[in-house]
């Protein structure tokens, strides 16, 4: 199986490329943050605090998280809910940044992450996913772009989806997201060793998935 590790901070572009890219080169595109938001989704609506290792490892044993893929679009469900809608919000965000830094939940989650990888040509896009879960992807890439143009974008979907955003609160949640995914112990979001850096920065879209084509294209 060929496997393409894509990892960066929020907000980088990683999963509107990576989806676009995994199309149109017929891989799978695992969104792997979404699995953390599911977890997240499940911790508040029993009300317990993200950060309470405890609990929320305590939780756990009720959850049963599954991806399913039409046509390539990524579905995940939460004990038979779909809930791919319903994690997309500021608050699961910090809540999956929260979730995130217990190894019980990282351990949860493991085993599915490179079910899906051995059996597919995956596109797999997250924070750990060249260093922890797939460290012998064929292809590492790293996406960062400026928190300022992060928060944009993200400040531009939520708008989009028609959800009440202030810009200023994006920034500020993306810079607190990357200072827990960059600080926590287990599985920090860095960049693999072996990893190509890509900045977005000033990016179009189009710009972006023809600058990462053309690295698969010459490395794989
Ligand atoms: O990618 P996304 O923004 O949906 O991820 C939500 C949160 O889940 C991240 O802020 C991060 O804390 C966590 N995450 C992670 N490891 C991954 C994917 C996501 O810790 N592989």
Redesign the pocket.
Known sequence: MIHIAIDGP?GAG??TIARRIAAQIGFIYV????L??AVARYVLCAGVRPEDAPAVTALLPQIELSLRFQNGVQKVCLNGEDVSEAIRTPEV?MA??GV?AIPAVREFLFGLQQKIAQENNVIM?????GTV?LPDAQLKLFLTASAEDRAHRRFEELCAKGQKADYAQVLADIRR?DE??IRRKT?PLKQAEDAVKVDTSGNTLEQSIALLRGIIREKL
């Open positions: 929020a990683k999963s969104d792997t943050g979404a953390y938001r965000s999956a940044s995130s896009d997250g924070r750990d996913i879960v997201r827990q995914d599985a």
